[in-house]
C-alpha cells in the first residue's frame, strides 16, 4: 500500500509523483534503446535540385549548417551532380545537381546509387522570375521517379508581401504542384528584407512528415543545424501518439503507456542534440515536470476530468473524457518535448522550476491550439 492512502486522487505528494515516474519509466528506457540504434542505424539520401542560382547550396547552408562546397564529393560525382556525405561514415548524402535531365548519362557507380536510393528530393525553384518551362519539365521528370518531391519556392523575400500569395498559387498552377507539397521560403534573404531565412520550419516538418514512414526521420533531424526546430516535428508526432493511446499520463492514473512514449521522446531528442542522456536525467524531466500537478496544466486536467465523470483508474469510455484524457496525454507529451529542448539547449542547466514553466507554457499552447481546431472541445476531431 502507498503510505499516503487518503490522498485525493490527482495530488499526491511530489516525492510520490517521482517514484511512480521512476517505476513506468524504467522498462521504457530499455525499449527505446532498441528503436533508437535501428533509427540511427539507417541511410538517408536527400537531393537538392533546380536550375542555376536558385538557391540550392544556400537550402543546403540553412538546413544543414554545411558548406556544401565544403565537402569532399564521393566517387561517381560529376561537375553537374555532387553527392557529398553529411558525416564520415556516408549513412546521410546530399545531392546537388541542377535536375535529373540529361544528367543520369553522365554519372557511375556510386553515383547512380544515390540516385536509385533518394529518398527526398527538395526541388527548388527561384521566385525573381518565376517558374521557366524548363523547369516545370525537369521537375516533371524528377517526379517520375516516384519519391516525394518538395517544391520551395525560394526567394520569396524578393517579392512584395501583397504579392506573394497570389504568385506563389500561380507558380505552383504553373508547375502543377499541389499547394500540400510546396514550401514557401527564403533560405538566404536580404538582410534588409527579413533578418531570418523564410520557411525553414516548413521544409523541416514536410520532410520529417516523409520519412515517418521509413523510419528516418531522426537520422534527418540529427543533423539539421537548428537542434529546437528539428526537434518540433518530432515532438508533435509524439504528442499526436499520445493522445490517441486512451491513458491518463497524471496523478493516480495510468501513466504506463504515457510515459513510455515521453521517455522515448526524450531520448530522440538528446539524440538531435547529440549529448548523452541517461535513465536518470529522462526520468527527472517528466517527474519534476509531473510533479507540479498543484497547479498549471496537469491540475486544470485532473479537475476537468474528475468534473467530467472520471475517476482514477477507471476505464475511458466517455466521449468526453476521452476528449479530456486525449488533451491532457497529448498537452503533457507536448510539454515534456519542449522542457527536454530547453533543458538540453541550456546544458542540462534548468531546474525543476525553470522545467515546469516550460512545461506549462507548451502544455497550454498545445491545448490553445487544439481548441481552435476543436471548439466542441470534445476531441472528436
Ligand atoms: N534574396 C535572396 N537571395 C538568395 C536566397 N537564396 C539564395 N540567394 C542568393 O542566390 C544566389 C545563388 O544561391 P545559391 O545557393 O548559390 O544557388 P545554387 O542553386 O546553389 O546556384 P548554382 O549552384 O550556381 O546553380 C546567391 O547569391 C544567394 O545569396 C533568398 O532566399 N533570397
Ligand atoms: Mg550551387
Redesign the pocket.
Known sequence: MPDTPQKPPGAPPTEDMRALVRSHGLGAWEQSELAIREALSQHLTVA?L????????????TLFGVD?GDISPIPGSTVRMRVAPLDPEGQVLLV?A?GFGDIRPEVDDLGRRALDTLDIVVY?V?A?GGATIDEKRDLDLVRTRGRPVLVCI?????IRPHEREEFVAATLRQLGVDPKDAAV??????PQ?SEE??GVADVIGWIHHHLHASGKELLFAKHLRNKAAACEPIIKVAARHASVAGAVPIPGADLAGVTALQVKLIRDIAEVFDVPVDRDVALFIIGEVLSGSMRGFVRWGVSALKAAGWIPGGQIAEAAILGLSAMVAGGTTFGVGRAAVHFFQSDRKLDGDALRAVFDAAAWDYKRRRDDRDPTGNGQT
Open positions: 537538392f533546380g536550375s542555376a542560382s536558385s538557391g540550392k547550396d544556400s537550402a543546403i547552408r556544401f546537388n541542377p527548388v527561384n525573381e525560394n526567394k520569396i523575400d524578393l521560403c527564403a533560405f538566404d534573404p536580404l528584407l531565412p523564410i
